[in-house]
């Protein structure tokens, strides 16, 4: 895909804000009226001079209204430019509120393969700190532009009043900074570019450092993530370094152009005024005026580095909100009658384009049949799985769910034909019983204790200190996996699916706890279909039929006994479980 131009990016950052044109209009003319007015104030003051060392005696009374006049003109400029600012705040903090929100919004329509593909913490750092990167450019950015612009057009007007020829000269000289401040941008922008894909990698590399500090600790693993950390941090200062020293020459550069300016304005203009062809005052008036030409060059030019900044991360957003999203869905089915059946015919899939990984595939299942998945580990069970839920879409074939084609039918449609409890247990910060209702928010508490029964996770949930109500810290730090596996599984009991996805459902749990859920599993798989994921190969003795997959290919199937009997690849597998050592 083809890197889009600063430009681009900057254009589609203002069309967030496209909501809010009312604020940036009224900020235009709160910015028009502060200039304005202050413009206003080199001229009384030029007036003053004039009254004090005229020719004539000193005119006090002028000089008082001349007083009067600037400091209603002062007033009404800083009552101007707090309007303003507040009007661009306001533009400023509703656009980034506006785009933090569609870029997670993206995420949830983003195809599960994208979120496998990518470091979670890099993902979350274009939501958080790379929006915040563009609020701060933005809000400083953005009231400097606006006043910017209006000043220097003001400033113009002003200084062709008072004398043309200097006003040309100014006009004429003012390019050549801006080329310099042009070329050092661009350079800077590089920098911060590097700067913000760095940053993305450290949160990254935190996220998964914390996220996963048992195994850290369990493998001693401490001192080479630091090392990774200190490498990528070490790259990120020396980057940074960089992205601020050319930043930072802008500044000053722009600075000693315009200083330069500002001499030849006053040496020239001294030459008109001994000439008689300006007075003392007005001379007073255009240098005043130079002065305030350059200064918004200097201001933009000041924040040129969080505008780079900005549009570095605003880059790196836009890339995560332009990924292709998962297909539309107006014209697919949204209610299907399920009664449970399900067929896979010739099924082809691949996670990578070069290589196959599951080939014509095929499958049919009975409505209330209890199919096992077993095989080494990548032999493709989970990937079955996947394709089942819609999670990733088939490259060939077709699978049906009583007899409709899952690509006709709205993705929760197809969803909510299955209950699921995996092996990873989620649980999120909240109470037990917003936890065990999260797909049914509607359940009443006797419902939610029901199921919760039925998963036999009452009774430990009734030692909690608030039973029902207590909080479950982040990722149920403050319960055991088992306990986690239990409320997951009590999830699927509220919501008494037709069809069920068991992938090692009981793989955290002791071997009595194990015993009462599978109790609990009977009555739940009674009539309904199910697929039952297991490494232990005790738990699906009792299936219907047992698919043994190696290679993406169903190598066996058939009962238990059927399969020992053949004593193939299951046997050597069940076998190799319960083998005497």
Known sequence: MKEKSQWYVLKRLFLFAKDYRIYIIFSFFCAAGNVVLSLFVPILIGEGIDYMIGPNNVNFSGVAEIIVNLFLMITGAAVFQWLMTYCTNKVTFRT???LRHQAFNRISELPLKYIDNHAHGNIMNSIVNDVEQIADGLLQGFSQLLSGIVMIVGTLLFMFSIHRTIAVFVVVVTPVSLVVAAAIARASFQKFREQASLRGEISGHIEEFIGNQ?????FSYEQKAEERFEKLNEELYTCGVKAQFYSALVNPTARVLNGVVYALVGIGGAIFAINGQLSIGQLSSFLAYANQYTKPFNEISGVMAELQNALASARRVFTLMDEPVQSGEEDLLEEVACDGSLELSQVGFSYDEEKEF??????????GQRVALVGPTGCGKTTIINLLMKFYHVNQGNIKVSGVSIAKMKRKTLRDMYGMVLQDTWLYHGSIRDNIAYGKEEASLAEVMEAAKQAHAHSFIQRLPQGYDTIIAEEGDNISQGQKQLLCIARIMLLKPPMLILDEATSNIDTRTER????????????RTSFVVAHRLSTIKEADVILVLNKGKIVEQGTHEELLGKEGFYAKLYNSQFAPT
């Open 96 to 98: 980034i509120h506006d």
């Open 214 to 218: 048992k195994l850290v600790k369990a």
């Open 358 to 367: 599951i080939a014509d595939f095929n499958l049919n299942v009975k409505s």
């Open 516 to 527: 009462y859920i599978s109790d609990a599993f009977e009555r739940l798989m009674e009539g």
